[in-house]
C-alpha cells in the first residue's frame, strides 16, 4: 500500500524535477544563443573596425606592413579576446596574431570558396577551421578590406577574419548550467526535506485515528485523537469530528450496555415470578385457594414482558422508517386523536386519583401527519405524565394556533427535572427514574419513540421543568 508520505513526496519531486527540466532547458538554450550572439556580434564589430581602419591606411599609405598597422590590429586582437588574420584578395595571409605573438602562415591560403563568399556576399560568419589552419572549428566573422577611387570603382585590398576559440564560449555555458545545476539540487533537496515535513505533518494524525478507530473496533471506546486542537486547519477539523464521533460511539455503547442490563432486569424479575409461582402450583406448594392469586400475578407479570416486547418492536420499526421512508401524511383532526388517547388512559389516571384540564378548540383542528403516530405520541405523552404526577394533582392537555402551527402541550405538577438531565430525556434507554416500583415499567423508550415519529415528520418538541411543573409541547403543521 502506497502511503500518502510517498505518494506526497513523489508527487512535489516530479513536479520540481519536471519544472526544473522545463526551466533549465529553455534557459541553456536562451543563454548559449545570447553568448554566441554577444561573441558573434563583438567579432563583427571588432572585424568592421579593423577593416575600416585597414581600408583608411591602405588609401592613405597604400601598405600594411608597417608596425604601427601591425601594433593596432595585436590591440584590437587582445582587448577582444581574438584571434586576427589579414590575407590578400586571393586568399593568402599576410600575418595573423592574437594579440600577444604574430604568427608566420608562409604560402598558406584561406579556403577559396570562403574566400569567394566574403567576396560575394560581403561578409561570412560560422564555424570553421579554415582547411585545417586552426587544429579546432572556432567561430568567425569576415569582411573584406575595399576602397573606391575617384571613378567610383570598388578596389578589394585583402580579407580580415576574426575568431574565437569555441572552447571559452562552451567553459562559459558550462559554468552557468553548472550553477543552474547545482541551484536546482538546492532547491530539490529543501522540496524533499519540506515535502518529508509536511506529510509527515499531515500523515501521524491520520495513522492515529486509523488506529483509534482499529481500537474501536475491538472495543475500546475510550481512545481519543489529542493535540491537534490548535492547527485551525482541516485536520484538526477532522480530530474535532473524529473525537465527536468517538463520543457518540462512547455514549451509544454505554446505552447499549445499560439497556441490555435494564432489559435483563426488567425480564428476569417477571419471569422469576412466573417461574415461581407456577413450580408452587405444580408442586402443591401452593394450597388450592390461593392459586387464583397466584395466577392472577402470573398473567400480571406476563403483561409487564408484553409491553416489554411491544416498546422494543415499536422502536425497530421506528428505526426501519427512518432509515427508508418518511412517514406518510395526511389530514386528521388532532382533538380527536387526543380525545381518544384521553378516553384509553382514563382508568389509569383515575386510579392514581388524577384529574385533567382539558383545554383545546371545540370544533375540528386539521393538521397534516399520520394518525397513528402522532396517537402514539400523545399516548407516550400523556402516559408519561401520568406515572410521574402527584398523587392527586391535575394533568393539563392544551392545544393552541400560532403561525400556522398547532402546538401541543402536556403539563404535570411532580418532581422537578434537573437542567442537566432535560436534554437527555429523549435519548434511547435512557430513565429520569431509575427505580424499580411497579408504576416505573418503563424502559426508557417512550419519550425517544416520540422523538423519532416527530423527526420523521420534520416536526418539534421541547421540554420545561420548572418548581416542579413539568411541560412537553410538541407542534404540527396546520392543514
Known amino acids: 500500500m502506497r502511503s500518502l508520505y510517498k505518494r506526497q513526496l513523489a508527487m512535489m519531486v516530479g513536479v520540481t524535477v519536471l519544472s526544473f527540466t522545463l526551466l533549465s532547458t529553455a534557459f541553456m538554450l536562451l543563454s548559449y544563443r545570447y553568448i554566441i550572439s554577444e ?37 584590437i586582437a587582445l582587448i577582444s579576446d581574438s584571434y586576427v588574420i589579414v590575407a590578400n584578395p586571393d586568399g593568402e595571409i599576410i600575418y595573423a596574431t592574437d594579440g600577444h605573438n604574430f604568427y608566420e602562415y608562409k604560402n598558406t591560403k584561406v579556403p577559396e570558396n570562403l574566400v569567394s563568399q566574403v567576396l560575394d556576399q560581403g561578409s561570412y560568419t560560422g564555424m570553421t577551421n579554415l ?11 569576415a569582411r573584406p578590406v575595399f576602397s573606391s577611387t575617384i571613378a567610383g570603382n570598388t578596389i578589394v585590398h585583402g580579407l580580415v577574419l576574426v575568431s574565437a576559440d569555441a572552447s571559452s564560449l562552451a567553459e562559459m555555458w558550462s559554468a552557468t548550467a553548472t550553477i543552474f545545476f547545482f541551484s536546482a539540487v538546492v532547491v530539490l533537496l529543501i522540496a524533499v526535506i519540506a515535502s518529508t515535513i509536511t506529510s509527515a505533518h499531515q500523515a501521524r494524525p491520520l495513522n492515529e485515528m486509523a488506529e483509534a478507530a482499529r481500537k474501536f473496533g475491538r472495543g475500546e471506546f475510550d481512545v481519543r485523537v489529542t493535540g491537534y486542537e490548535g492547527r485551525c486547519d482541516e485536520i484538526s477539523t477532522l480530530a474535532e469530528a473524529f473525537n465527536s464521533m468517538a463520543n457518540s460511539l462512547a455514549k451509544v455503547e454505554s446505552q447499549r450496555s445499560e439497556f441490555i442490563a435494564n432489559v435483563s432486569h426488567e425480564l428476569k424479575t417477571p419471569m422469576t415470578t412466573i417461574a415461581g409461582f407456577a413450580e408452587g402450583i405444580l408442586d402443591g406448594t401452593i394450597p388450592p ?52 388517547v384521553l378516553i384509553s388512559l382514563e382508568g389509569k389516571i383515575t386510579s392514581r386519583g388524577l384529574d385533567v384540564d382539558v383545554q383545546m378548540p371545540e370544533d375540528k383542528l386539521m393538521v397534516w401527519g399520520d394518525p397513528d403516530s402522532i396517537t402514539q405520541v400523545c399516548y407516550n405523552l400523556v402516559d408519561n405524565a401520568a406515572k410521574f404526577a402527584a398523587q392527586g394533582s391535575t394533568i393539563t392537555v392544551q392545544i393552541t394556533k400560532k403561525d400556522g402551527k398547532a402546538y401541543t402541550c402536556v403539563r404535570n405538577l411532580g418532581a422537578t427535572i434537573s437542567p442537566e438531565e432535560l436534554p437527555l430525556l429523549f435519548d434511547r434507554f435512557h430513565k429520569a427514574d431509575y427505580s424499580r416500583s411497579m408504576d416505573r415499567e418503563g424502559v426508557g423508550l417512550g419519550l425517544y419513540i416520540v422523538k423519532t415519529i416527530l423527526g420523521n415528520l420534520k416536526e418539534n418538541i421541547t421540554v420545561t421543568s420548572e418548581d416542579g411543573v413539568t411541560e412537553f409541547t410538541f407542534t404540527l403543521t396546520l392543514a
Do not use: H, W
Open 289 to 340: 385457594e390461593r392459586e387464583k392469586e397466584s395466577l392472577q400475578i402470573i398473567v400480571s407479570e406476563t403483561r409487564r414482558l408484553s409491553r416489554l416486547v411491544r416498546r422494543m418492536l415499536d422502536l425497530s420499526r421506528l428505526n426501519a422508517l427512518a432509515e427508508n421512508t418518511l412517514t406518510a401524511q395526511e389530514q386528521f383532526d388532532l382533538t380527536e386523536v387526543v380525545s381518544r
Open 39 to 75: 561573441k558573434r556580434d563583438s567579432m563583427e564589430r571588432n572585424a568592421g573596425y579593423i577593416v575600416s581602419f585597414t581600408s583608411s591606411y591602405y588609401q592613405r599609405y597604400l601598405s600594411i606592413q608597417d608596425d604601427f598597422y601591425r601594433s593596432y590590429v595585436a590591440s
Open 131 to 141: 582547411g585545417g589552419i586552426y587544429p579546432e572549428r572556432r567561430y568567425m566573422a
